[in-house]
Nanobody, 126 residues
Framework: QVRFVESGGGLVQPGGSLRLSCVPS????????LGWYRQAPGKEREAVAR??????AYADSVKGRFTISIDNVKNTVYLQMNSLKPEDTAVYFC?????????????????????WGRGTQVTVSS
């Protein structure tokens, strides 16, 4: 059974940084691309970052500020978030896909993903 457990969220001031962590279980890192997604209050879930065989992809809204990385020894996916803005406030989730495409996964596809965790809340506010 695939599961994802996210952590590392919190309250941070604009311009601050956070590093989110995600520990997947039930998948083999080598066979999957890993991605971060977020859902703000009253908005649909969106793809933020994804790291697959073809490299990393980011939403335009976070390019240059967020970095996705994978530690294969610790079996952990990270999202380093710098220069945070109030509009980054959301619940952040991670998930995996079979690495069959490049770029970010569109909502019509990722809404069918299994194993969504509870996410981790990120609040950017002064």
């Amino acid at each position: 059974q695939v599961r994802f457990v996210e952590s590392g969220g919190g309250l941070v001031q604009p311009g601050g940084s956070l590093r989110l962590s995600c520990v997947p279980s039930g998948i083999n890192f080598e066979n999957y691309a890993l991605g971060w997604y977020r859902q703000a209050p009253g908005k649909e879930r969106e793809a933020v970052a994804r790291l697959g065989a073809s490299g990393a992809a980011y939403a335009d809204s976070v390019k240059g500020r967020f970095t996705i990385s994978i530690d294969n020894v610790k079996n952990t996916v990270y999202l380093q978030m710098n220069s945070l803005k109030p509009e980054d406030t959301a619940v952040y989730f991670c998930n995996a896909d079979p690495n069959l495409m490049e770029g970010l996964i569109i909502p019509a596809v990722f809404r069918h993903f299994e194993g969504w965790g509870r996410g981790t809340q990120v609040t950017v506010s002064s």
